[in-house]
C-alpha cells in the first residue's frame, strides 16, 4: 500500500510526512476520493481496504 498511499498524497498535493489530524475535512475527502481512484484503476470490482479505514476513523473521531 506503501505506494499507493504516496501516490494518493502526491495527488491531493500533500507532503508524505501530514498527519491524519491536520487535514481538513475537504482535503480528507480529497484524499479518500484519490485513494479510491487509484485503487479502482487496478482492481475494478473490489473496495478499497484503506478508504474503508479512512471513513471509520472519521466517523470514530467525530462520534466519540
Known amino acids: 500500500f ?3 498511499i ?3 498524497l502526491g495527488v491531493c498535493g ?3 510526512s501530514v498527519r491524519g489530524e491536520a487535514l481538513t475535512l475537504a482535503q480528507f ?7 479510491t481512484e487509484i485503487y479502482n484503476k487496478k482492481n475494478k470490482y ?4 484503506v478508504a474503508k ?5 472519521i ?3 467525530f462520534i466519540f
Not at 29 to 35: D, K
Not at 46 to 49: G, L, S, T
Not at 53 to 57: A, G, I, N, P, V
Request: hydrophobic share 45%.
Open 29 to 35: 475527502a480529497q484524499l479518500a476520493n484519490a485513494f
Open 14 to 16: 500533500l507532503s508524505l
Open 6 to 8: 504516496e501516490q494518493a
Open 53 to 57: 479505514r479512512m471513513l471509520f476513523y
Open 2 to 4: 506503501q505506494e499507493q
Open 59 to 61: 466517523t470514530f473521531k
Open 46 to 49: 473490489k473496495k478499497h481496504p
